[in-house]
């Protein structure tokens, strides 16, 4: 519309420049809310982050108490930051999805080292069932069950089942699946 000669279209050019206007506000707006948005964004990457680690392939090595005190500094950090975000007082429009998703963090973090240690005590049981199975069968795969039931179980904080289940390992399957150990 620039590009338009002024003298023959200067209604236009009015209109834009009155429109131009009209939107500074919400540009300096915007311009104040960019350090705010690149936080709130590293937040989001936080969470996905360790949602990434609850439900990747490997979730069964990841300590649910490490993860619930990662959680909560970044449950802390969204806290304060969304309560800045409400403090600028800046339209919904520019930061309502900041804080939409700041909240939704904010709510679901605490609950991610719930479902870890509930997807681990699962695995640890399956585990154990298929080992039980293979120590009649197939030593071979009994020996990768042990190893990946003891570095599950020495991943986390194990409780006295765990604790119970690793000496049983060590006593009574691994001498089942490795009869002749090189000292």
């Known amino acids: 519309l620039r590009r338009l000669p002024r003298a023959k279209f200067e209604e236009l050019h009015r209109r834009l420049e009155g429109l131009l206007a009209d ?17 709130a964004l590293e937040i989001q990457t936080g969470y996905e982050s360790l949602q990434s680690i609850v439900e990747g392939d490997h979730f069964y090595e990841a300590s649910p108490a490490d993860l619930g005190r990662k959680a909560e500094v970044l449950r802390s950090r969204a806290d304060q930051h969304l ?3 409400r403090r600028t007082g800046l339209p919904g429009r520019i930061v309502g999805d900041y804080q939409v998703r700041l909240e939704f963090i904010i709510g679901e973090l605490p609950r991610l080292s719930e479902v870890l240690a509930t997807r681990r005590a699962i695995f640890i049981r399956k585990k154990k069932e298929e080992l039980d199975q293979a120590v009649q069968g197939n030593p071979t795969e009994a020996a990768l069950l042990v190893l990946t039931l003891k570095r599950a179980l ?3 904080e194990p409780d006295e089942e765990g604790r119970a289940l690793l000496a049983e390992l060590e006593t009574r399957y691994k001498p089942l699946v490795d009869p002749d150990p090189v000292p």
């Open 23 to 39: 939107l500074e506000p919400e540009r300096d707006d915007i311009d104040a809310f960019r350090p705010n948005r690149k936080i």
């Open 154 to 156: 020495e991943s986390g």
């Open 83 to 85: 309560q800045r975000i």
